[in-house]
């Protein structure tokens, strides 16, 4: 049999009413008498065992128990301001401590249900000291007051004796088994080595934030705080947190102290009824305490914004009472917006956490850190960077990703690189493995990457007007926004450009946007680079929500840009919206950003914004005559009419679209004919085909209409002409490697040749 004895704190409260606390446990209990405390708090032991098939651990050898005297000055709180008394008081707090078996020291803090470790006698009453005046801080004035009124603690010992073929051996088995709720919501941390090979290739390292990790290291294992990474994103603050966690490992390898990685979605996600992720968490928190876990949320903020309705009735707000308590402990992340609005929004759990800040690197840091990036791509996978692509990189995620902060974006990409060269099955990471790969992730052509390469503007103005016919106004104002971005003269902290294109229906403005999105991103991405989105359809204030977001609903603009940052956004009709949406949008045009409620960042300042009106168009002249002058200005008075001036006034350019003419729609038949004979059903049996001028014609008349210009031409070439080729294919299905003559008299004439 072997024996285990645990300290038990107790008070008596009244002549027959005790008040018992078991040291290093959860337990307490009331009783009449001292032996009925200790009878019930031993049952309390019997039922963790049947439980989790072990016993509480308990290591003091020789437990003592001091009362420290703490100077204290109470204050009242309100909404984060702070109202403290004019006086301090001393409060008794009593202390539970002694040496373990492994040759450091514990102490406990019953009444806060904390405890910590250490290394020297002498270092325990002022890191006592210390965790007590953080719990004090928490608690109102009437919290204090009862505490100073305590009757005196008593200290006694509870004998437990014990089987040894029931001690508790921990292996996978029984961990699996003894913890559900953590192992079905959260992963242990640091990962297993074949966890370790599957989440990627970059290296577990947090290089040239040393102090950061020491502070984090500090403020878990010296004053046991919650934790909070404060930074930019990008700035390392996972990987200070992973080091610091690997290092507590490695450096106290007898301390059963574990950690658990949490998706905050994952504990409202599996939730059937009403009451039953609060149920999930209550189980979490018990389970963590059993197995001294620290909790490790991934995006502390979606705490705030799952579980219920508001920030009042969340995950964390459920949370809070249990880390205030010290039941919880909690690591998490967030950036400097993202802190404001957790402590604007729930100030008492934003106060729960010591906040460490990681500061963005300087120059020469950067520079290091890609450099140890290379070495360990050298070493540990056999690839070889190559310096002067080490620097390409470096200079492209600086220019076109200013919003995202090194050593993050760097690590992303150089990722993604030596993906690429494993996948290709290469050996060295050159200047053109990197230009390929940021084309792949951008869409941009290799003009606007690589500052050597001459820009033909005669190639560029040829590119434009072949896609945007009887434009001339349009083909200049994107032209020149080309000759801009490519000078790098754009301003890097606005949208590359904000337009609006303005004019009758069917005269080429979402074509415009179309040329543009293929002409800036449309080398590399899988998806299309043009965002479109018709503002017809948020003509309501309540509306908003659906275009932004609210919540934990994200909105519509938002979810696009941030799967295409790299993109153009067409605002189509955005006249019909409702003045709401132009207030929200007022920050998108002048400073590229879209922040929500919890302060989460949408970007967007690698697209160019196009919105499309046809104020003005009423009162222009008939279709089919040349615009003036005074056409211009009916278009720029409807359009200062609507919009508000600060509105107005966030807009680069605005462009007029002028009426199409007979000439322009036939250049426009013509092409839509030619994209036509690209079809898969022409080129799969290899036939040529030509269209003849009466075709032409034909479908100049009925695909154009005075009200919709050109927007019927794709109606009248499906009916007229693609439908009855289509049947006569069908009808000749040996037909190939000729060339389709088309022809219109009456109908559709064809003949193979």
Known sequence: MERIDYPLLYFQLQESNYYGILVGTQHKAMADAPDTLKWKLLHQLRKDYKRYGEYPDQELEQPRMKVLTVSHRPAYRD?????PLTYNVSIPIPVIYGQTPYGHYQCFLPLFEDHFTYYSPRHMEPLAKHLINSYLNRLSPEEIFRLIGQPKPQLDTIQLKVKEEQDFVWDDRMFKKSLPTLQRLAEPYPYPKAVKKQLGLGPNAA????????????????????????GEPGTGKSAVLEQAMRKIKQRHRNLELTFWRVIPQRITGSARYLGEWEEAVEQLIEELESCQGILWAISITKLIEIGGTGPEDSVAAFMRP??????LRLLGEATPRELE???????????????????????????????????YSQKSLRIHIDPKGLEMAIQLLQRYYPYE???????????????NAQLHQK???????IIDTFIDQTGMPELF?????????????QFFRERIIGQPAAVEQVTRLVKIFKAGLNNPGRPIATLLFAGPTGVGKTATAKALADYFFGKGQKKTPLVRIDMSEFQHPFQIARLIGSGQETGQLVKEIRERPFSVLLLDEIEKANPAIFDALLTVLDEGVLVDAFGRITNFKNTIIIMTSNLGASHSPPIGFQQTTTAADNYASAIARHFRPEFVNRIDGT??????????????????????????????????????????????????????GARPLQRAIEQTVVNPIANWLLENPKTSKCTLKIDYQRNLLIEAQ
């Open 405 to 419: 902060q090194f050593p993050g974006k760097g690590i992303k990409f150089l990722g993604q690189c030596l993906a």
């Open 449 to 461: 990457l690589r500052d050597h390469l001459p820009l033909d503007e005669d190639e560029l103005d």
């Open 79 to 83: 909404a984060g301001s702070m109202f």
């Open 427 to 433: 050996n060295t990471i050159g200047t053109e493995e």
């Open 322 to 327: 249990f880390i205030q308590q010290g039941k």
């Open 207 to 230: 290089w040239e934030r040393e102090q950061a990790v020491e502070d984090v290291i500090e403020k878990i294992m010296v004053t046991r705080s919650n934790v909070i990474m404060v």
């Open 655 to 708: 462009v007029i679209f002028r009426a199409l003419e007979k000439e322009d729609i036939q250049k426009i038949t013509r092409k839509e004919l030619t994209e036509l004979t690209q079809r898969e059903g022409f080129t799969k049996k290899q036939l040529q085909v030509t269209f003849t001028e009466n075709l032409v014609d034909h479908l100049t008349r009925t695909g154009f209409d005075p009200r919709y």
């Open 341 to 375: 609005s957790l402590r604007r929004l729930l100030p008492g759990f934003a106060e729960s956490f010591q906040i460490v800040e990681l500061p963005p690197l300087n120059n020469d840091q950067v520079s290091g850190i890609m450099n140890q990036f290379a070495e």
